[in-house]
């Protein structure tokens, strides 16, 4: 048994050290709005955060994940991920909508370190993520709005604020 601190909580699994922390995530833990893209670390469809920073988990084996804090996109709450959603909702971002947990993850990390981006520095951050439909001027839009919003509130993330989040994101986005 490996013990993880997935969303606030400390979560025992049963897998193998290797385990990519994704299957772990989707399979054993049934958090299912991180996605399965290309199993290579390249698209960015299974973006989570660890220890506040925007991670790959389908290539990060859960030994080093140990003693690290993980959010995934049903547990993170705060000002910039309920700003990043509105605006995501606003303008209407989302087309297929699979890409979508993994490009909130990167933008909130964005958004955490950099207030006020710039078209560059969005694109910087953001460029680890791929949307096959091809909304990336809509997500640059949402992400300058989103700073507009409020964004100089710090982002906060309990246990019990993941829990109540779950249900409007636990299919990865398609409910912004």
Same mark, same amino acid.
């Given at each position: 048994?490996?013990?993880l601190?997935i ?6 699994v049963?897998? @193998?050290p290797?385990?990519?922390l ?5 399979g054993?833990?049934q958090?299912?709005?991180?996605k /399965?893209g290309?199993?290579k ?5 299974c973006?989570?955060?660890? @220890? $506040? ?5 389908c290539?990060?084996? *859960?030994?080093?994940?140990q ?6 996109i049903?547990? *993170?709450?705060?000002a910039q991920i ?10 209407d971002?989302v087309q297929?909508? /699979?890409c ?6 990167s933008?909130?990390?964005l958004?955490?370190k950099?207030?006020r981006?710039? @078209? ?15 909304? /990336?001027?809509? *997500?640059?839009?949402?992400i300058?709005?989103a700073a $507009?919003?409020?964004? @100089?509130r ?11 989040n ?6 990865? $986005?398609?409910?912004?």
């Amino acid at each position: 048994m490996t013990t993880l601190n997935i969303n606030g909580k400390a979560v025992s699994v049963n897998a @193998d050290p290797d385990t990519p922390l994704l299957w772990v995530l989707r399979g054993e833990l049934q958090l299912v709005g991180t996605k /399965y893209g290309c199993g290579k670390a390249l698209c960015g469809a299974c973006t989570v955060h660890l @220890d $506040g920073e925007a991670v790959r988990s389908c290539m990060l084996p *859960i030994a080093a994940v140990q003693g690290r804090e993980v959010w995934t996109i049903e547990g *993170i709450q705060g000002a910039q991920i309920d700003a990043l959603r509105e605006a995501w909702s606003a303008i209407d971002v989302v087309q297929c909508g /699979y890409c979508q947990s993994g490009q909130l993850m990167s933008a909130c990390v964005l958004l955490q370190k950099t207030a006020r981006p710039t @078209d560059e520095q969005i694109d910087a951050a953001m460029s680890g993520n791929i949307c096959r439909c091809g909304t /990336y001027p809509r *997500i640059r839009a949402a992400i300058h709005k989103a700073a $507009g919003a409020g964004n @100089d509130r710090p982002m906060t993330v309990t246990a019990e604020q993941g829990a109540s989040n779950k249900k409007s994101v636990a299919d990865g $986005g398609s409910k912004l």
